[in-house]
């Protein structure tokens, strides 16, 4: 295949088209060179119908074509800061447009069991006959964890290799599923309701019966967090290095777990709270209380970023899909119905159907399968028919079914990179092969199963270097970097250059917002009126305290006293301008009065008039 390659010249692009004669060998100059060398022209036409044909990807290229649709920055005045804002700005369309390019042997629909014909199933297929076609690393997620003190939860670090379990009688244990090797375990004797790895497998926290508490891989206590009270339910925001909580008293509590401090506490003001999930695209907050609403929640915001009716009675479970980019959120609740929702409008649910068993736990794989177990069976959904619009209410086509009879089922967790789905429940835990629910390609900086202790160090200190903000947190993520839409409006002083709104004098701002009064605008900027020159209606004079005083009446002293010291011994630029402005349109509105009477006739233009400033 090597000197397949190398005959044909694969690497050279298609733009240089080659001419061949009736014996194949190569007519252009350029490859005259190459028929002198030691493996001569080669008379083989499949050989020679292999180079036209074949080039390299645009990713692989040294020099990638230019993107189109660019946004240009022609309003920025600076010219530095254009030219490196336009060279972002194509740096970051090339890398988009190239993303598909360079992903050459990723599928949409890799992985799923396919059927022959109409008249058979994937759901029939049962768990032995999968484990048995499947190869035999695959086949090693097929395991059962049968434990005395559930129910259970469980929870996968983000490289997949680890998982943590709690049960509800305060058994938790920490440990590499793949080999066997157990890290951590713990009897607390005292009610878990939750548990999270933090950054790695190095921490993990519990939820336990008062706080949250913290420990490390071996087990030892680190941290008892006060602050958490009678703790629910967990999430760990990786790139924010934040742990966020939600318990019976109705807080919603952001712990910065790298320096220790409490960041930020939201009431909901909807009682206890026992279902959360994150979206990994945003990291916003869902949570699903008992009263049927559905909630979205940010660190910088003291109210619901979002907030809708989602169920009849309590809501039991949530999850965002990750393999959209968080577009879609499923929500299922006590009344027995699972929702899927679009998280960009919140118009109405995009799919709806009812569960027998009443609540259910839901949860999203990377490849955008939906877990559903409710009952004492787990049954799993594939895209599109789970996100495409259907109005009657019956399920989706039902593409895998596994009977579990340990009930409840309290959790379900997709295994990161692999095709496995843990189940928790009163019994311990079971653990079943979903062909095409897993990511099978990893980014090695993000996430990486085989990482070793130097890359895991070197992962973590450049995790601190990047931590994001929590109050960039919000629910369009793409904001941060962007720039702000030019404005349009413009000063009284200079019509020439955009002046933003807020850097725009208070009288233009009054104006624009339509709050002055015109005729204050003529006659109250300087106190003085043309029309009757310091006098009333009956032409006697006033001084200017009397005038003043005249104005001021029926306004308080407060607002009198910001009045006189805002007029007292002050010359602003800006006002006298405004001023001279004023006079000229007054003198203006005045000669086309006098014009249109006749009193004055109108003036000739010149050609001098060209040379005036206007």
Request: positive net charge; aromatic residues 6%.
């Amino acid at each position: 295949m090597d000197s397949l390659f190398a005959k044909a010249d694969a690497i050279q692009p298609l733009t240089k088209k080659r001419k061949y004669n009736g014996n194949g060998k190569q007519t252009a100059k350029s490859d005259l060179k190459k028929s002198t060398s030691k493996a001569g022209p080669s008379s083989d036409r499949t050989l020679t119908s292999v180079a036209p044909n074949t080039s390299l990807p645009k990713s692989l290229r040294p020099t990638s074509p230019p993107p189109e649709n660019v946004p240009k920055h022609s309003h920025i005045k600076d010219l530095k800061l254009r030219t490196q804002l336009n060279r972002q700005a194509a740096h970051a369309s090339r890398a988009k447009a190239l993303l598909q390019d360079a992903e050459l042997l990723l599928t949409d629909d890799a992985g799923l069991m396919q059927v022959e014909n109409d008249m058979e199933k994937t759901w029939r297929v049962g768990q032995d006959a999968i484990a048995e076609g499947a190869g035999q690393e695959a086949a090693k997620g097929r395991q059962e964890w049968k434990l005395d003190g559930g129910p259970y939860r469980s929870r996968y670090s983000r490289n997949g290799r680890h998982l943590a379990i709690v049960g509800n009688t305060g058994h938790v244990a920490t440990f590499d599923w793949q080999t066997g090797t157990m890290h951590a375990e713990l009897q607390l004797q005292e009610t878990c309701r939750d548990v999270t790895f933090l950054q790695d497998q190095s921490f993990f926290a519990v939820a336990q019966k008062k706080y949250v508490f913290i420990y490390d891989r071996d087990g030892v206590e680190l941290h008892r967090l006060k602050a958490h009270v009678e703790p629910t339910r967990l999430e760990f925001l990786p790139y924010h290095w934040l742990l966020a909580t939600v318990g019976n008293t109705g807080y919603l509590k952001y712990q910065d777990t790298s320096t220790g401090l409490l960041v930020a506490e939201h009431r909901t003001k909807s009682g206890s709270c026992r279902t959360m999930t994150q979206n990994r695209h945003n990291a916003v907050i869902h949570l699903g209380h008992q009263n049927g609403v559905v909630s979205l929640w940010t660190p910088n915001l003291p109210h619901p970023a979002v907030q809708l009716l989602a169920h009849i009675g309590p809501v039991v479970g949530l999850s965002v899909d990750p393999s959209t980019g968080g577009r879609y959120m499923a929500s299922s609740g006590a009344d027995g119905t699972v929702k899927v929702w679009d998280c960009r409008n919140w118009k109405g649910t995009v799919r709806e159907w009812s569960t027998r068993g009443g609540g259910a736990e839901v949860e999203w794989s990377a490849r955008g399968a939906l877990a559903v177990a409710t009952g004492g069976s787990v049954n799993l959904y594939t895209k599109p028919s789970i996100q495409t619009s259907f109005a009657p209410k019956v399920p989706p086509p039902l593409y895998l079914t596994h009977p579990i009879p340990s009930r409840p089922l309290t959790s379900v967790r997709f295994c990161p990179f692999q095709d496995i789905l843990t189940v928790g429940h009163n019994a311990g835990l079971s653990s079943i092969i979903v062909p095409g629910s897993g990511e099978p390609n990893f980014d090695s900086t993000e996430a990486d199963p085989f990482e070793h202790k130097r890359t895991r160090r070197e992962r973590e200190v450049k995790g601190l270097l990047d931590k994001i903000q929590p109050d960039m947190i919000a629910l369009d993520p793409d904001f941060i970097g962007s720039l702000t839409v030019p404005t349009k409006l413009t000063t009284a002083v200079n019509d020439k250059h955009d002046i933003p709104f807020a850097r725009l004098p208070r009288l233009e701002r009054l104006r624009l917002q339509g709050k002055v009064d015109e005729t204050e605008l003529e006659t109250g900027v300087d106190g003085d009126n043309d029309a009757n020159e310091g006098g009333d209606g009956d032409g006697k004079k006033q001084s200017r305290e009397e005038r003043e005083k005249r104005k001021m009446r029926g306004k308080g002293k407060s607002l009198k006293r910001y009045l006189r010291k805002q007029r007292k011994n002050v010359i602003d630029p800006t006002a006298v301008a405004i001023r001279a402005k004023l006079e000229k349109q007054r003198e203006d509105r005045r000669v086309a009065k006098a014009i249109e009477k006749g009193e004055i006739e109108p003036k000739k233009p010149s050609a001098l008039d060209r040379f005036r400033r206007s």
